[in-house]
């Protein structure tokens, strides 16, 4: 297998860094390492200032909160803006834990199928079939939005999250087949397929039986990357639901760019927002590492 | 062959598994027959203030139905309409939706997106309840298809009064050079901007009501219709006269929105902004009770106006709803209660000023008897094609500074959509 | 043959369902855009005449002030700093941690949390941080290089008419840094331990040993990382309006599609789409052709 492209999403990379041999402490080499952690931790600060912005900020009351004045740390700490961002995302938090599960469970089963399929139960042309669909997970959306408003009215699915449910899995197919499609192609070896079909197993037998048992780790990262796109996506939301009926991207966005906006409630928002993603991510990192190595970046 | 039917119904259930999950999720966008959704983009101050008087007044009139805010905040409106082209060519109108009367109306008309409302008109006994000159602007080819709300002047200049008391200034600048001396001498007097001012369209308001004063009234309106030549020297005089007022302006003007800018005002940072009247209720709402207001500086007795109005959409959910919703607008009590909020006049001529604060006394009265103009940065003017247009060579003028190039791009914009009007 | 397509008929079968709904909503409505552009709908009325390639060479000789050629100079500059940012922090960070430290999860963690967080959270806070003012008025970054004594670096950010797109892809860089270094970090952890005892065997110096064993390995990830980047990049929308709203400043060919779909304008919405998906195609189709034929070959 060359290195074949990936779009490895996100992930913590798994395994330890490799035990060297100990080489003798010297001068240089202490010099090395503080430089090395100074580096990091430097890093570290500076990622994380916007955090520590986001925090503060959203504990602020009154004339506290401000452009001018943004690192101090909050002279009254109060949740009030959280309880405000709170009752202006509510319902739209709901609504998109409503979008982004079904979508993250039915791309995947999907994902889990073509990948199959593609790798292990191939048929003539079946790497040109790949490249088309692969080709999907890197258009720019704008170049299908226009058609897409009309289309989906034409068939008639219900505004709102119906319509972004159905968008996010469709072109959530192309990235969910590579995953997986490189996921089986790396540790599922071709034998056992041939071995059962030795026997006389079928496609959906040889997929229940045999594949969707070792197919965990290929989930959780379609899982994550799923929920989290469609969790995070602005641009079919803004296109294809409203304030009523959308996403919390939305919600955040009314909240956030209105004409006189509560910059304490915006950022209490833009935390809420935040805090399914992040504890997928930081959470559920660690099982998504065996996945990532196995189906992404493979040398 | 086995194996294939069993893909098939793979397949099916997998269709089955999307419907299902199509179907649950789908509580959002249902409503009941009672349910009226108002579309606007007012979701905070004194717009907010505005469209609160008036659902209070729609509980009353219209027990049998329930408000149901549509409100899109953000971008002074740029993302509402986003969203409505968006759910009127998806087939899923509000149940009325706002809209400003002139150019941009007329796009919804020439469109087929919203329902003739002569009928109502003449049951409602609206016919002789608004000036001539906005109905008007609501007709095409005698029909009427709009309820307007209210009136607002674009053009009133407010100011800190303490600052420019501060200064020296005692009185209102009259015409443009006037205002210059006054710009000059808050700079002299360490006001680091006299004149407050935000982003894109904010920047179209003051533009054209520099235009009022150098070109006047009558050339200024034939600007938008085709009878004024953009490319003329007088329009370029204009031009340089603003320009030398973005020089009096807060650097950070692009990063600014209206709100923004005022706030500059209200901290006393800044002493002036051009702004329209929502300008008074906002201010108010927010408990700042020190400000001044006044004609921009050679804009003589001009009233620069637009015009709120509400529609009923094609194929809206709830037409009953809705026709009892503009009925609310159009009515004296409905009028009353929203205006006296958002910081507007009534549209009605039968309105009683002394039931308004103080500064819309003084625009009721102006109204009556200024030369009226219209607003293209608030749709009155021109298309929504032409407003882009010129937001978009506005915003590169800001940073560049290019006379000659903002000039051309408005000539460009002009010739483009002044004659599809 | 009847037996040939028994074999691996039923695969085909299972994923025909994706082929025709792909067929339709990728290839189908780029058709469909592809047509509207070379229409002359203008406004929502839709009259519907076919006018060729008009919308497209008025897009680069006849657009008001150069309205497009200039979302294309934004483009390009936001790319190449977000690219190059990017890449450079994501391999920095992976070649520290490489050489082992203690609490690497913690480092790695909190390299990769942004991108968890969407364009539209992260851009409420990069309004603060990235605010224009400078001197007493200061907040965000500016106030922070004033309290280091660093004032030459307080900058006007996104708002400079010349380089403000540089500063847009900073919250950029912030968010998928890390990304990068995870895919960098793999590509270390995959390199075969041997390679680098033999090297260090034979007396290698570390230089040595990563400019001529280790970076060599990583030039197929380097690869699939600038391809990722690159063509989030020119899709970029979402943080450009949360940041700084729909403007000239600032504005890139997505925003202008929003733009010109707001005034209605459906026939140049399209054009600039699809000019926008030629862009990345240009990208992404070599790349997608050799990493087949690659593949193919082993």
């Not at chain 2, 939706?97 to 109306?105: I, K, M, P, R």
């Not at chain 2, 001009?302 to 609310?328: E, I, M, R, Y």
């Not at chain 2, 500064?359 to 032409?386: E, L, M, N, R």
């Not at chain 3, 600039?272 to 790349?287: C, K, R």
Request: net charge neutral.
């Amino acid at each position: 297998m060359t290195t074949t492209t990936t779009p490895a999403p996100p992930a913590t990379p798994t395994p330890a860094a490799p035990r060297r041999p100990r080489r003798d402490i010297t001068p240089a080499s202490v010099t090395g390492r503080a430089v090395r952690y100074a580096l990091l931790l430097f890093f570290l600060i500076v990622v994380l200032m916007p955090a520590y912005v986001l925090l503060v900020t959203s504990f602020k009351s009154g004339s506290e909160i401000g452009v001018t004045g943004q690192w101090n740390l909050p002279q009254r700490w109060t949740t009030a803006s959280w309880v405000k961002a709170w009752d202006a995302l509510g319902p739209s938090f709901v609504r998109t834990f409503q979008l982004a599960v079904p979508v993250a469970l039915i791309s995947s089963f999907i994902g889990a199928a073509n990948g199959f399929v593609l790798s292990r139960w191939r048929f003539p042309g079946a790497d040109a079939v790949f490249t088309l669909i692969l080709f999907g997970m890197f258009i720019p959306y704008q170049a299908v939005m226009i058609p897409l408003r009309e289309i989906v009215t034409t068939i008639g699915v219900p505004p709102g999250i119906p319509t972004l449910t159905l968008v996010h899995v469709i072109y959530g197919i192309p990235i969910c087949t590579l995953i997986f499609r490189n996921y089986y192609a790396t540790t599922v070896p071709e034998e056992i397929i041939e071995a059962g079909r030795v026997d006389g197993a079928g496609l959906l037998r040889t997929f229940a039986w045999i594949i969707l048992p070792v197919s965990m780790p290929g989930f959780v990262v379609t899982v994550i990357w799923q929920f989290t796109s469609a969790w995070n996506d602005y641009l079919f939301a803004i296109f294809l639901s409203n304030t009523r009926n959308g996403p919390i991207t939305i919600a955040l966005n009314a909240l956030a760019g209105a004409q006189s906006p509560d910059y304490a409630a915006s950022m209490a928002g833009a935390l809420i927002t935040s805090l399914p993603t992040l504890f997928v991510y930081v959470v559920l990192g660690r099982w998504f590492i065996g996945g990532l190595m196995a189906g992404s970046v493979k040398s | 062959m086995r194996f294939t039917r069993r893909a098939a119904i793979a397949a099916v259930g997998v269709a089955a598994l999307l419907s299902a999950a199509a179907c649950g999720g789908g509580d959002g966008g249902g409503s009941s027959t009672k349910d009226v959704e108002v579309f606007t983009w007012w979701a905070d101050g004194g717009e907010k203030a505005g469209l609160d008087g008036l659902v209070a007044q729609f509980g009353t009139a219209c027990a049998d139905y329930t408000f149901v805010n549509g409100a899109v905040a953000g971008g002074a409106g740029a993302n509402a309409k986003q969203v409505l082209a968006s759910r009127l060519q998806q087939n899923d109108p509000p149940d009325t939706f706002q809209a400003h009367a002139g150019a941009e109306l007329s796009d919804y008309i020439k469109a087929g997106q919203v329902e003739d409302l002569s009928a109502q008109y003449g049951e409602w006994g609206l016919n002789n309840a608004f000036p001539k000159g906005l109905i008007d602007n609501l007709t095409v080819d005698g029909k009427i298809y709009s309820v307007p709300a209210n009136i607002h002047r674009a053009n009133v200049l407010w100011s800190n009064k303490t600052v420019l008391t501060q200064a020296g200034i005692t009185k209102d600048p009259a015409s443009l050079a006037e205002f210059f001396t006054t710009l000059d001498a808050l700079k002299a007097k360490g006001v680091a901007t006299p004149l407050a001012l935000g982003k894109d369209w904010t920047q179209l308001m003051l533009l054209e009501t520099v235009l009022i004063s150098d070109l006047g009234p009558d050339k200024f309106t034939g600007l938008w219709n085709g009878s004024t030549d953009w490319a003329g020297a007088d329009v370029t005089k204009a031009i340089d006269d603003f320009t030398k007022l973005l020089g009096y302006t807060n650097k950070d003007r692009d990063s600014l929105d209206w709100t923004d800018a005022e706030k500059l005002v209200m901290d006393g940072k800044a002493a002036y902004q051009l702004m329209g009247d929502w300008e008074a209720a906002d201010l108010d709402t927010k408990g700042f009770k020190d400000y001044g207001y006044a004609v921009f500086p050679g804009n003589g007795d001009t009233f620069q106006w637009l015009a709120d109005s509400f529609v009923l959409p094609k194929n809206a959910k709830n037409p009953d709803g809705t026709k009892c919703w503009l009925k609310t607008v159009g009515s004296a009590e409905g009028q009353k209660a929203f205006n006296t909020k958002k910081g507007s006049i009534p549209a009605r001529t039968d309105a009683n000023p002394g039931d308004y604060p103080q500064y819309q006394q003084t625009a009721i009265a102006d109204w009556k008897t200024a030369q009226q103009v219209p607003s293209c940065a608030h749709g009155s003017a021109c298309s929504q094609g032409f407003q882009g247009a010129a937001n978009s060579a506005l915003g590169k003028f800001s940073s560049d500074l290019d006379t000659a190039a903002l000039q051309k791009a408005l000539a460009t914009a002009a010739s483009q959509f002044a004659k599809t009007n | 043959m009847g037996k040939r397509i028994k074999r691996w008929g039923p695969g085909l079968l299972l994923i025909s369902p994706s082929l025709v709904v792909l067929a339709v909503f990728v290839y189908g409505l780029i058709a469909w855009t592809v047509k509207v552009s070379m229409s002359d709908e203008h406004d929502a009325l839709g009259s519907k005449g076919f006018v060729g390639l008009k919308n497209y060479t008025d897009l680069f000789t006849n657009d008001i002030n150069d309205r497009f050629t200039h979302s294309l100079k934004n483009l390009l500059i936001f790319t190449v700093v977000f690219v190059v940012g990017t890449m450079v922090l994501g391999l920095l960070w992976a070649f520290l941690l490489d050489r082992g430290v203690r609490a690497e999860g913690v480092f790695r963690t909190v390299y990769l949390f942004p991108m968890a967080v969407s364009f539209v959270a992260s851009g409420v806070v990069w309004r603060w941080l990235m605010n224009s003012n400078t001197g007493d008025d200061a907040g965000g970054l500016n106030w922070i290089f004033g309290e280091l004594h660093l004032g030459f670096l307080q900058n006007s950010w996104w708002t400079n008419p010349d380089w403000g797109m540089a500063a847009m892809a900073m919250p950029a860089i912030w968010q998928l840094s890390g990304y990068v270094m995870a895919l960098f970090l793999a590509g270390f952890r995959g390199i075969p331990q041997e390679l680098r005892e033999a090297a260090v065997m034979d007396g290698t110096s570390t230089f040595q040993l990563y400019r001529h064993v280790i970076f060599p390995q990583l030039t197929p990830v380097a690869l699939s990382a600038l391809i990722i980047v690159g063509h989030m990049s020119m899709k970029m929308f979402d943080l450009i309006m949360s940041v700084s709203g729909a403007q000239w400043l600032t504005e890139v060919p997505a925003v202008y599609v929003w733009q010109a779909l707001l005034t209605s304008d459906y026939a140049k919405a399209a054009a600039i789409a699809v000019l926008l998906l030629l862009f990345v195609a240009v990208l992404i189709v070599p790349y997608l052709v050799h990493t087949t034929r690659a593949e193919r070959r082993s």
